[in-house]
T-cell receptor, first 114, second 111 residues
């Protein structure tokens, strides 16, 4: 089974701090994703990576950046955290180059910015 | 930006009743995936429908993809408390690796 592991289940940070969310997958998947999940809005894509060092903006990239130095690890960075970034953050991965691939999700990081 | 609207947003019914959840868009998708998310966990794939008009059954759950591949429905027969969760539909945008997720339906089955 695919395992996607997010480093923290709960995180509390202060406004203006630099915040790192880490995600690791163990199935050699090419594609990795970061989403935020808010009630009534479903999952919104922040950033997507299709290979090491490659990234693509999603629908809501403002205020975020990402890093993918190794295939198995995809990091989400909040450069200067703000209260409107309080949310549930979900990481996912898929194999590349195949149609209709399911996304495999981690259990999420619930981030609170005070 | 493609949108997938799910209805209802919240649904609370008694054990044993039937229900239907809808997922609608003005855009065409190459396939539609349905996920269920339980508290404290990430979404888990239930099914993928690919062909317009396709119907798939997973025990008491029946999934249908619209003929025009713009909408989908999930029907649950004789709901059980274990069906409780957040149901998300997600559209596959013709192989560009990204999914468009719906707004979600939070289902509660009362014993």
């Amino acid at each position: 089974d695919v395992k996607v592991t997010q480093s923290s289940r709960y995180l509390v940070k202060r406004t203006g701090e630099k915040v790192f969310l880490e995600c690791v997958q163990d199935m050699d998947h090419e594609n990795m994703f970061w989403y935020r999940q808010d009630p009534g809005l479903g999952l919104r894509l922040i950033y997507f990576s299709y290979d090491v060092k490659m990234k693509e903006k999603g629908d809501i990239p403002e205020g975020y950046s990402v890093s993918r130095e190794k295939k198995e690890r995809f990091s989400l960075i909040l450069e200067s955290a703000s209260t409107n970034q309080t949310s549930m953050y979900l990481c996912a991965s898929t194999m590349g180059d195949r149609d209709h691939q399911p996304q495999h999700f981690g259990d999420g990081t619930r981030l609170s910015i005070l | 930006t493609q949108l997938l609207e799910q209805s209802p947003q919240f649904l609370s019914i008694q054990e044993g009743e039937n229900l239907t959840v809808y997922c609608n868009s003005s855009s065409v998708f190459s396939s539609l995936q349905w996920y269920r998310q339980e508290p404290g966990e990430g979404p888990v794939l239930l099914v993928t429908v690919v062909t317009g008009g396709e119907v798939k059954k997973l025990k008491r759950l029946t999934f249908q993809f619209g003929d025009a591949r713009k909408d989908s429905s999930l029907h649950i027969t004789a709901a059980q408390p274990g069906d409780t969760g957040l149901y998300l539909c997600a559209g596959d945008n013709f192989g560009n690796e990204k999914l468009t997720f719906g707004t979600g339906t939070r289902l509660t089955i009362i014993p």
